[in-house]
Protein backbone atom coordinates (compact mmCIF):
# COMPACT_ATOMS: atom_id res chain seq x y z
CA UNK A 1 0.00 0.00 0.00
CA UNK A 2 1.06 3.56 -0.68
CA UNK A 3 1.46 6.34 1.59
CA UNK A 4 -1.38 8.29 0.87
CA UNK A 5 -1.33 12.50 1.31
CA UNK A 6 -4.26 13.98 2.88
CA UNK A 7 -4.44 16.48 0.07
CA UNK A 8 -6.49 14.17 -2.04
CA UNK A 9 -8.84 11.37 -1.81
CA UNK A 10 -7.49 8.20 -3.55
CA UNK A 11 -9.19 4.77 -4.83
CA UNK A 12 -11.32 3.52 -1.94
CA UNK A 13 -11.37 6.41 0.20
CA UNK A 14 -13.66 8.38 -3.21
CA UNK A 15 -16.97 8.21 -1.47
CA UNK A 16 -19.32 10.10 -4.60
CA UNK A 17 -21.78 7.77 -6.56
CA UNK A 18 -21.12 9.38 -9.70
CA UNK A 19 -17.33 11.11 -10.66
CA UNK A 20 -16.58 12.72 -14.41
CA UNK A 21 -13.53 10.77 -15.42
CA UNK A 22 -9.93 12.17 -16.88
CA UNK A 23 -7.68 9.47 -18.61
CA UNK A 24 -4.08 9.49 -17.95
CA UNK A 25 -3.26 11.26 -21.55
CA UNK A 26 -5.60 14.18 -20.29
CA UNK A 27 -8.98 12.66 -22.22
CA UNK A 28 -12.48 12.90 -21.33
CA UNK A 29 -13.63 9.25 -20.38
CA UNK A 30 -17.36 10.65 -19.17
CA UNK A 31 -19.61 10.10 -16.17
CA UNK A 32 -19.90 6.98 -14.59
CA UNK A 33 -20.06 5.65 -11.37
CA UNK A 34 -17.01 5.24 -8.66
CA UNK A 35 -16.88 1.59 -9.06
CA UNK A 36 -16.83 1.77 -12.63
CA UNK A 37 -14.08 4.42 -12.61
CA UNK A 38 -12.12 2.08 -9.78
CA UNK A 39 -12.35 -0.64 -12.08
CA UNK A 40 -11.15 1.41 -15.00
CA UNK A 41 -7.66 2.53 -13.51
CA UNK A 42 -7.01 -0.88 -11.20
CA UNK A 43 -7.17 -2.74 -15.32
CA UNK A 44 -4.98 -0.08 -16.16
CA UNK A 45 -2.60 -0.34 -13.21
CA UNK A 46 -2.97 3.34 -11.77
CA UNK A 47 -4.57 5.11 -9.14
CA UNK A 48 -7.99 6.71 -9.13
CA UNK A 49 -7.32 10.09 -7.43
CA UNK A 50 -10.20 12.94 -7.12
CA UNK A 51 -8.05 16.30 -8.33
CA UNK A 52 -11.63 18.39 -8.17
CA UNK A 53 -13.89 17.23 -5.10
CA UNK A 54 -16.33 20.44 -5.08
CA UNK A 55 -17.50 20.42 -8.77
CA UNK A 56 -20.17 18.63 -10.19
CA UNK A 57 -19.78 15.93 -10.20
CA UNK A 58 -16.57 15.57 -8.40
CA UNK A 59 -13.32 15.21 -11.55
CA UNK A 60 -11.01 12.26 -10.60
CA UNK A 61 -8.16 11.23 -12.96
CA UNK A 62 -6.42 8.06 -13.55
CA UNK A 63 -2.80 8.82 -12.84
CA UNK A 64 0.66 7.08 -10.84
CA UNK A 65 -0.42 9.08 -8.01
CA UNK A 66 3.66 7.90 -6.16
CA UNK A 67 4.69 9.59 -9.70
CA UNK A 68 2.52 12.35 -8.94
CA UNK A 69 2.97 13.44 -5.60
CA UNK A 70 6.79 12.97 -5.72
CA UNK A 71 6.59 15.43 -8.93
CA UNK A 72 4.72 17.71 -6.97
CA UNK A 73 7.54 17.44 -4.46
CA UNK A 74 9.88 18.32 -6.70
CA UNK A 75 8.16 21.28 -8.02
CA UNK A 76 7.83 22.74 -4.71
CA UNK A 77 11.65 22.23 -3.34
CA UNK A 78 12.25 24.20 -6.52
CA UNK A 79 9.57 26.86 -5.58
CA UNK A 80 11.13 27.31 -2.49
CA UNK A 81 14.55 27.33 -3.84
CA UNK A 82 13.56 30.79 -6.19
CA UNK A 83 12.02 32.73 -2.79
CA UNK A 84 14.31 35.48 -1.56
CA UNK A 85 14.48 35.76 2.12
CA UNK A 86 14.81 39.26 3.47
CA UNK A 87 16.81 39.85 6.91
CA UNK A 88 16.25 43.31 8.51
CA UNK A 89 19.64 44.48 9.86
CA UNK A 90 19.40 47.25 12.78
CA UNK A 91 22.01 50.00 13.63
CA UNK A 92 21.57 52.09 16.82
CA UNK A 93 22.37 55.50 16.91
CA UNK A 94 22.46 57.70 19.91
CA UNK A 95 21.77 61.31 20.26
CA UNK A 96 25.06 62.60 20.99
CA UNK A 97 26.89 60.50 18.37
CA UNK A 98 29.43 62.79 16.19
CA UNK A 99 29.20 62.98 12.62
CA UNK A 100 31.96 60.39 11.84
CA UNK A 101 30.60 57.95 13.53
CA UNK A 102 27.93 58.43 11.99
CA UNK A 103 29.69 57.64 8.68
CA UNK A 104 30.87 54.52 10.06
CA UNK A 105 27.51 53.48 10.97
CA UNK A 106 26.60 54.30 7.37
CA UNK A 107 28.96 52.48 5.90
CA UNK A 108 28.11 49.18 7.86
CA UNK A 109 24.06 50.12 6.47
CA UNK A 110 25.22 50.59 3.47
CA UNK A 111 26.84 46.50 3.33
CA UNK A 112 23.77 45.47 4.19
CA UNK A 113 21.72 47.50 1.88
CA UNK A 114 23.72 46.54 -1.32
CA UNK A 115 23.30 42.49 0.21
CA UNK A 116 19.58 43.65 -0.06
CA UNK A 117 18.21 43.35 3.66
CA UNK A 118 16.50 46.04 4.68
CA UNK A 119 18.40 48.24 7.48
CA UNK A 120 16.37 49.59 10.66
CA UNK A 121 18.20 53.03 12.07
CA UNK A 122 17.04 53.37 15.65
CA UNK A 123 18.47 56.32 17.93
CA UNK A 124 17.75 55.39 21.55
CA UNK A 125 17.14 58.14 23.89
CA UNK A 126 18.15 57.95 27.78
CA UNK A 127 16.47 60.32 30.91
CA UNK A 128 16.28 63.61 29.08
CA UNK A 129 17.17 63.30 26.20
CA UNK A 130 14.01 62.32 25.07
CA UNK A 131 12.33 65.86 25.48
CA UNK A 132 15.16 66.85 22.78
CA UNK A 133 13.75 63.95 19.80
CA UNK A 134 13.92 67.11 17.43
CA UNK A 135 18.22 66.26 17.64
CA UNK A 136 17.38 62.33 16.87
CA UNK A 137 14.97 63.50 13.66
CA UNK A 138 18.84 65.26 12.29
CA UNK A 139 20.71 62.35 13.21
CA UNK A 140 18.57 60.22 11.19
CA UNK A 141 17.82 62.34 8.49
CA UNK A 142 22.26 62.87 8.33
CA UNK A 143 22.27 59.17 8.24
CA UNK A 144 19.54 58.60 5.48
CA UNK A 145 22.14 61.29 3.49
CA UNK A 146 24.60 59.48 3.54
CA UNK A 147 23.31 56.45 2.49
CA UNK A 148 20.55 57.64 0.30
CA UNK A 149 22.30 56.65 -3.46
CA UNK A 150 21.40 53.02 -2.66
CA UNK A 151 18.02 52.84 -0.41
CA UNK A 152 14.66 54.18 -0.34
CA UNK A 153 13.18 54.71 3.12
CA UNK A 154 10.00 52.31 3.70
CA UNK A 155 9.51 53.79 7.11
CA UNK A 156 9.83 57.43 7.74
CA UNK A 157 11.40 58.45 11.12
CA UNK A 158 8.54 58.05 14.00
CA UNK A 159 9.05 58.29 17.90
CA UNK A 160 8.05 55.36 19.74
CA UNK A 161 8.50 55.07 23.25
CA UNK A 162 12.10 55.85 24.04
CA UNK A 163 13.18 55.12 20.53
CA UNK A 164 12.87 57.25 16.85
CA UNK A 165 12.69 54.41 14.15
CA UNK A 166 13.57 54.66 10.50
CA UNK A 167 13.21 51.57 7.98
CA UNK A 168 15.19 51.95 5.06
CA UNK A 169 15.06 49.48 2.07
CA UNK A 170 17.46 48.30 -0.73
CA UNK A 171 16.08 50.63 -4.05
CA UNK A 172 15.42 47.98 -6.54
CA UNK A 173 18.01 47.70 -9.72
Given at each position: MKIISKDFFVNEEIRAKELRVVGEDGSQLGIMSSR????????????????????????????????????????????????????????????????????IKANNARKFLIAEDKVKVTVRFRGREADYSYVGKK????????VEDVCIIEKEAKLEGRNMIMILSPKKA
Open positions: DALNISEEKELDLVMISPNANPPVCKIMDYGKFIYEQSKKDKEAKKKQKVINIKEVRLSPTIEEHDISILDAFYRK
